[in-house]
């Protein structure tokens, strides 16, 4: 059995707007959370999806996304994380 981390997401289009929307794309579960991403997952025309520099990434530096809208208050962002993928951090 393949076990792989699937993860809701909080999905931006290309113009930045936000569709809430879920999806399964098992490569971006082997992608680790970070309260300081290196980058960000943007879903573009047919739910495509690409994950896009946010800053730039060294040769060798794992690349991280954050699992919650990094837009959100520290507080929301905890509690979410907390509720959703119990993690104790940010």
């Known amino acids: 059995m393949l ?3 699937v993860h809701t997401r909080f999905i931006h289009d290309e ?33 495509r999806a690409r994950v896009v520099a946010m ?3 060294k040769p060798g530096e794992e690349i991280t996304i954050s699992l919650v809208d990094t837009s959100k208050a520290r507080q929301l962002r905890s509690a979410e994380l907390k ?8």
């Open 55 to 57: 800053k730039d990434i």
């Open 15 to 47: 113009e930045g707007d936000d569709s809430g929307g879920q999806g399964i794309y098992p490569p971006l579960g082997f992608i680790r959370h970070s309260c300081d991403p290196s980058a960000n997952v943007v879903f573009g025309e047919g739910g």
């Open 3 to 5: 076990r792989a981390n």
């Open 83 to 90: 509720n959703v993928y119990n993690i104790d951090s940010c």
